[in-house]
């Protein structure tokens, strides 16, 4: 196995890497980022007009318009993978639903982030993991977050018990994210849940200071070692163990 930053397609091109939600914040600078690297992306955005500015990055991204909720859209993204290697396949859609008490909650706003966070990327997974297993050594990336640890929510005493919907969707995407590490380790595919840090972004949180291209160059960074390093299951974006 090689790091995935020296890989080339079956055909000799550059390296494959797919990034949803990519149309601001974290993942539209991941995709700058992993384009900087050499790496060929398809970026998975809901709005037709994010294609154009994503467009303009560089004829190395390929803007993919989809919904991550959408059975479809893992098709879409397989048809434009074609025949090529993924080496990196990193799910980053999110939605966010404001804080709701038992009363006032809900359940399809749970049901959005469930999907949103959990099923539909597994569902883009397994679309692509004839791709994923011809690459020499592919990573499948959560982006996570803190609020999705048991640990941190058994810690917290303040408004973030009122997060349902968000905390409930992130959850059950790092036990999916355990449950593909465990069977793909068999394929030579790594899979990491990250926390890239708590960003200035639309869905950040009132304390967030980090800057998305920070968070995006970063974690980058990391995910471009040697997998024969390892990378501890739900991570922190410097490769620090996350509590789960």
Known sequence: MIPVGDETTQDGGEPMAIVTGAARGLGFHLADELACHGFRTVCVVRNPSDAVR?????????????????????????????????????HNAGVGHPPRRLRELGVDDVLDSFVTHCLGP??????????????????????????????????????????????????????????????????????????????????????????PSTAAADLVRLLLTDPREGLPPFTARAGDPHPW
Not at 63 to 90: E, K, M, Q
Not at 157 to 186: F, T, V
Request: hydrophobic content about 45%.
């Open 122 to 211: 597994l569902r883009l997974t397994q679309a692509l993991l004839p791709a994923l297993r011809r690459s020499p050594c592919a990573t499948v990336v959560h982006v996570s977050s803190r609020w999705g640890s048991f640990a941190a929510a058994a810690e917290d005493d303040g408004p973030g018990g009122k997060h349902y919907a968000y905390r409930i969707g992130k959850a059950a995407q790092n036990m999916m994210s355990l449950c593909l590490r465990q069977e793909l380790a068999g394929l030579g595919i790594r899979v990491v849940a990250v926390h890239p840090g708590a960003l200035r972004t639309a869905m950040g949180a009132p304390d967030a200071q980090d800057a």
């Open 54 to 90: 994503l467009r303009e990055l560089g004829h190395l991204v390929r803007p993919v318009v989809g919904d991550v909720t959408d059975v479809a859209v893992g098709r879409s993204v397989a048809r434009n993978v074609g025949g090529g290697a993924v080496g990196l396949l990193i």
